[in-house]
């Protein structure tokens, strides 16, 4: 009856996902598709396995997903016992196209209860990996098959939500790329980039996950290593003048990354949920956790230089700028072969505003309180607040005021659904974007409008600084059900 349930709700979303038009222009010496104009070998180095699939019909993908405790090299010759998927960290790629089926048999071989979350992807609640809500925990030994059609183009991912800071912080955590079959950009030299960390103790272990405290919740805790691909400044061989296009997703738990090259300026041409309405250029790029980004790169440089792409220092409140430094990503070296000179393709999407004339307005206040205990984190002052949850009707749109009073920033993660950002006066911000989450700055308020659909069910939101949520800083949205109370309380979302 779930996988039924599953299966008629991802049809009529799959519906709703096609309506939009791609529009996208390609130069004239652009690259014919499927021909590489980088190096040989070029991204053996960032190279993550997909899933094996396990099923002969071309529109389902069937997988399995193990999780384990298996080592990781974190630095060159030292490794440690991580929580991984399939035995890597970042899990397995999950690459499909929009439309088809995900069977993705889950088993779990940890020592303690996890689910899946499929972060991003509009899945019947069913299969939304919220432990009490959308499922059980799945118990050591234990498994649960995840299935459902996938409805959108773009790069999501997948964790779990049981603990999540913790297992997260972990290493459970991978992407899910969903292609477009007709969406042609011309430029088919592409990486999937998934950026984490890992915090290594002075004995060489993974560090507890309550370190610190409740001062380690309020601030939210960030790993002394940084990966790229799970790897530590890994070399990328490049060929000067040859267009990329990255597809990045920000899986670590806390940290910001601000990706500056320099002098090699990015053009971004989608965010969490595709393509978005047109082409931006930028010198740097913030992605906050959970938060995803499609670009388009074209490093230039003279042969056997190299550049280096960085994250910059980013102020995400107390503690995050003070007495630290900028960390080295990727290293890109330029090989020898003749430099290419190609305009960028011109790549657009037709995304109409919604419709905010009968809008309900809804407001969110993240706060921080002092206990007895030590901090907490609520939404209006109530911690894991779902006994006040927010409700709407099915198909119903709101604006959401999200009201940040506290000193840290707060990447705020709706699941289930995607939204529009609004300027001050309630209009889109251009680009037009579909997002799952966005960072809302220390001490500032930003507005989002969302269209909900049939999906009736609990659905949660919260900050994704996954220590911040562990702290309180969650909610919950009644969507075409009344409140009720009768959900139990988990600390470990």
């Not at 978005?276 to 790169?297: F, H, M, N, P, W």
């Not at 699941?415 to 680009?431: E, M, N, R, S, T």
Request: glycine share 10%; charged share 20%; with cysteine.
């Amino acid at each position: 009856m779930v996988r039924q349930l599953a299966q008629a709700a991802c049809a009529a979303v799959v519906a709703l996902a096609t309506a939009g038009v791609l529009v996208v222009g390609t130069p004239a010496g652009a690259q014919a598709a499927g021909a590489s104009q980088q190096p040989d070998g070029w991204k053996a180095n960032l190279v993550v396995a997909e899933a094996p699939d396990l099923n002969p019909d071309p529109h389902i993908l069937e997988i399995n997903i193990d999780a384990r405790v298996a080592p990781f090299e974190y630095a060159p010759g030292k490794k440690v016992n991580a929580w991984t998927y399939n035995g890597g960290i970042p899990g397995p790629t999950i690459r499909l196209k929009a439309g088809d089926r995900l069977i993705a048999h889950f088993t779990n071989h940890l020592p303690q209860a996890t689910t899946i979350h499929w972060h991003g992807l509009r899945v019947p609640i069913q299969m939304d990996g919220v432990p009490g809500i959308s499922q059980p925990e799945v118990a050591p030994g234990g498994s649960f098959t995840y299935d459902f059609v996938v409805p959108d183009a773009g790069l999501f991912w997948y964790h779990p939500h049981v603990a999540s800071a913790a297992q997260v912080g972990f290493g459970l955590y991978g992407a899910l790329l969903v292609d477009d079959p007709n969406e042609h950009i011309g430029v088919d030299d592409e990486l999937v980039l998934v950026l984490s960390d890992l915090s290594i103790d002075d004995n060489g272990g993974i560090e507890a996950p309550d370190s610190g405290g409740p001062a380690g919740m309020v601030f939210g805790r960030e790993g002394n290593y940084v990966f790229v691909n799970g790897r530590t400044l890994p070399k990328l061989p490049v060929r000067s003048g040859a267009p990329q296009r990255w597809r990045i997703v920000n899986a670590a738990k806390s940290r910001f990354f601000k990706l500056y090259m320099e002098g090699q300026p990015f053009t971004i041409i989608g965010r969490d949920g595709g393509l978005q309405e047109y082409a931006e250029k930028a010198e740097s790029v913030v992605i906050a956790t959970g938060e995803r980004v499609d670009l388009l790169v074209t490093p230039t440089g003279a042969a056997k230089s190299e550049i280096v792409l960085r994250s910059l220092l980013f102020n995400r409140g107390y503690g995050s700028v003070e007495f630290r430094s900028d960390e080295d990503l990727i290293a890109l070296r330029f090989s020898d072969l003749p430099p290419v000179t190609a305009a960028l393709p011109d790549v657009r999407r037709a995304i109409a505003p919604l419709d905010l004339a009968q809008a309900t307005p809804v407001t969110v206040k993240m706060t921080l309180a002092q206990t007895t205990e030590g901090f907490e984190y609520g939404i209006s002052g109530v911690a894991f607040a779902k006994d006040k949850p927010i409700t709407a009707q099915l198909n119903e749109t709101q604006v959401w005021t999200i009201v940040n009073t506290t000193k840290w920033s707060h990447p705020f993660h709706l699941h289930g659904f995607f939204f529009q950002v609004l300027d001050d006066k309630g209009q889109p911000v251009h680009p037009i974007a579909w997002k799952d989450t966005v960072n809302v700055p220390l001490e500032q308020t930003l507005k989002v409008a969302v269209k909900f659909d049939d999906r009736a069910g609990s659905w949660m939101y919260h900050c994704h600084i996954l220590d911040h949520a562990d702290g309180g800083l969650m909610g919950w949205l009644e969507l075409g059900t009344p409140p009720t109370s009768a959900h139990p309380h988990h600390h470990t979302p």
